[in-house]
């Protein structure tokens, strides 16, 4: 049996692509985007190198950005600090007393704290030395001589920055006035060698060339690196130093005497109050910066094509190995597969990277279809229903073992077959109309003992499923199920022969009950159909029959008697015959209910419930057997009924009971004759 539902007329499989094809191989695909990634990489070096060499000096001035901040900062410290030392000393009784002796042990003690070599002096009113330390170093009298008077002894602080000898070693010299009781008496002054700038500076990492000076606020060097000696120093133009708002130029280039561009960056260095104290200049030459640019441009592309071209030789002699024969062999495996046979496996052993991952799961997956097809088959051969597979046209695409016996016809000459064509011309049309809807509306239909023709010209009724199928997709098709139910219906024929012959034995046995009950009864008892109950006169009562209507339905029975002229004795009697009735409805039905109906000179009373009604075996006991019943119960039941109503009527069956009994008015019998009546009825 072929199960395979790509195998039918006008819905062969879809067209496989070649194991080869033309264009690149995959070796040079793999290979193409290492190219294509290599171009951008040189094409973005060719541009950050033209970028480079465009901003050189942008570059520059982040080489010495860091360094002159690094210095303003220490420098700004070294400010701070020596004014701090000043106000405290100036603040001290010592200073305020003038006391040389104790205040060359305060001045000696301040002057030995860190950062780097300072001196400390205390002068008098008139500018007189009062105490040194340390003593003989750096700040003299004579040198104090030749500073302004108003530096020295002016009554607010001040800060000034001075050259030395070398121009390596520069001063920083602050002074602070001394007040005592509001009244100027002296100056503590600071002098703080700036050696360590050049020190700094000449073990930092600036390029070749560079130079570094601290300038005052007319634009001398007071400290310069390299060493050069003054009188060959040129002075920065004061239109660069100008101050702007606070502000300076902070970037210029500039050619300098030893004949080398520098690209210079400026930094303002203040006082404690916030006042300019002087000026950090920090110059790189722009031509190292260049050259470095185009080293590192050269060094770059260099790098770029060594490892282009491993990349490539990686790409070209690794991708067989590693990649092209791998792939080759899932692509053998995936054409065999897409071929339907599901025996195709790779065979490349257990996963050791991505490749070996997709192809053990590729095997995983092909062993499953195999699986999964072997139990579809197994499934389908063993189903006891004929299974037919449909394509679009209605043909029969594949079909079971089951549907081959059921059809009679071999599994090489059912496909291509209208399945159509197998009804007998009575359900034709209806087994088209199904298939019709599950083809073109794609719903499920159903159909019953739909009459078939076997290949020998046998008919046998199916009962017919089909449902929509769609494989492959966009190919409409349905999954038919014929269902053999000769036997079903052969038994449910017998079954209604039996039912009929059954229910004509009942009717039969009803019949002769009614003639025997209306003879024996001699006309007063009727055994008939719900339909053909007689009602006569009009409605004088209708109410449920429950406990709480039951006395108001008897008292209601004694005026509707007395109403139409009933004696007595017989509204007493009508009101027995309801309570044996009432009593039957409550006792063996549900749903009980009473109604009355008066005409000229008689009464009918009709009790009916829903229960299961009186078999008919047993009508015969019930009715003339006194106190017959299929429950325990008391009282006389219908003899007694039967006894005392002039004319009564049942229909019952399993639908439930309606006892109906009527009574007419009666002239008065002696009371030997009404005597002999009741004792005859006991």
Known sequence: MDLNPNTGPGTGPPALPPERQGGLSLRLRLMLPVLLALIPAFLMLLGDALEERTTFAQRARWRSFGLLNTLSTELAQNVRSAALDLQALAQTPQAEALDPESLRATLAEQAARPPGPRSLAVLDRQGALVALAPSGQDVTPTVLLDLPAELLLGASPSMLLLPGSDSREGTLLATWPISKEGRLVGTVVFSGNLDW????????????????????????????????????????????????????????????????????????????????????????????????AEAALARNLLLLSVVGLISLMTA??????????????????????????????????????????????????????????????????????????????????????????????????????????????QYEAQAEAALEQTLQARTRQTAEEIWMR???????????????????????????????????????????????????????????????????????????????????????????????????????????????????????????????????????????????????????????????????????????????STKVSLGMGYTLMLQLADTVWLATGPEGTILQAELTVRSEVPDQQMLETILARF
């Open 197 to 292: 700038i050049h020190r700094r500076v000449s073990s930092s990492d600036l390029p070749e060339g560079s130079s570094l000076r601290l300038l005052d606020l007319a634009g001398r060097a007071v400290v310069q690196h390299p060493n050069v000696p003054h009188h060959e120093l040129r002075p920065l133009p004061q239109e660069l130093l100008a101050l702007e708002e606070d502000r300076i130029r902070r970037n210029f280039e500039r050619v300098d005497p030893d004949g080398i561009s520098r690209m210079y960056r400026v930094g303002l260095v203040r006082q404690p109050d916030g006042s300019p104290l002087g000026f950090l200049a920090v110059g790189i030459p722009t031509q190292i910066s260049e050259a470095k």
């Open 316 to 425: 070209w002699m690794l991708g067989e190995s590693l990649l092209l024969r791998r792939l080759r062999v899932l692509s053998r495996t995936i054409h065999r597969l897409a071929r339907l046979d599901l025996t195709a496996r790779t065979g490349l052993g257990q996963p050791r990277d991505e490749i070996g991952r997709l192809a053990w799961s590729f095997d995983l997956m092909a062993e499953r279809l195999e699986r999964s097809r072997r139990r579809e088959v197994n499934l389908l051969e063993s189903a006891g229903e004929g299974i037919c597979g449909l394509g679009p046209d209605g043909c029969i695409v594949f079909a079971n073992r089951a549907a081959e016996a059921l059809l009679g016809f071999s599994s090489t000459e059912l496909p291509g077959l209208p399945l159509r064509g197998f009804f007998t011309p």
């Open 454 to 628: 076997r290949a020998d010209g046998q008919e046998f009724p199916v009962d017919l499923t089909s449902a929509p199928m769609e494989d492959p997709p966009g190919v409409r098709g349905a999954v038919v199920v014929l269902r053999d139910v000769t036997e079903r219906t052969r038994a449910r024929r017998e079954a209604l022969d039996a039912h009929l012959r059954l229910l004509q034995a009942v009717d039969e046995k009803k019949a002769f009950y009614r003639e025997v009950l209306n003879t024996v009864s001699h006309g007063r008892f009727h055994l008939v159909d719900p339909e053909k109950m007689p009602m006569t006169g009009a409605e004088a009562l209708d109410r449920p029959l429950d406990p709480e209507n039951y006395a108001g339905i008897r008292s209601e029975l004694r005026r509707l008697a007395a109403q139409i002229g009933l004696s007595e004795q017989q509204a007493s009697d009508l009101v027995v015959v309801f309570g044996e009735a009432a009593s039957n409805a409550i006792k063996h039905g549900v749903d009980g209910h009473c109604q009355v109906f008066t005409a000229p000179g008689r009464l009918l009373i009709r009790v009916s419930d829903r229960g299961p009604g009186i078999r008919t075996e047993q009508l015969p006991a019930t009715l003339f057997e006194s106190g017959f």
